[in-house]
């Protein structure tokens, strides 16, 4: 199986950008198809982005399109999330999440509940 590990997290300034990262082990990442999420305290998980095995396909969130951008590095078996502008509401953990089975993606990749692995996640926090 897979391992996911998220880093990257720190605080920043509302309107600056920053940069996480998804590291995975124990399996190929240029296997799977890799979503974000996000949970925010007393809130539900998020879904904030997904990308394809080989990267040709992706998606975002109404809340973070055109500011967030999802990319990955099968050499490096890592998987990015560039966030710009951000806002102090995009203050949350962040994680990455791998589905069950390889080579697959999910029909349903904004559902929390298409993935079996997950990272134990990285805090973003937004100052205004």
């Known amino acids: 199986q897979v391992q996911l590990v998220e880093s990257g997290g720190r605080l920043v300034q509302a309107g600056g950008s920053l940069r996480v990262s998804c590291a995975a082990s124990?399996?190929?990442?240029?296997?799977?198809?890799l979503g974000w999420f996000r949970q925010a305290p007393g809130k539900e998980r998020e879904f904030v982005a997904f990308i394809s095995t080989s990267g040709g396909r992706t998606y975002y969130s109404d809340s973070v399109k055109e500011r967030f951008t999802i990319s990955r590095n099968n050499a490096k078996s890592t998987v990015y999330l560039q966030m710009n502008s951000l806002k102090p509401e995009d203050t949350s953990i962040y994680y990455c999440a791998a589905p069950k089975l390889e080579f697959n993606t999910p029909t349903t990749p904004a559902s929390y509940t298409a993935y079996t692995y997950w990272g134990q996640g990285t805090q973003v926090t937004v100052s205004s």
């Open positions: 124990g399996r190929p990442l240029s296997n799977y198809g």
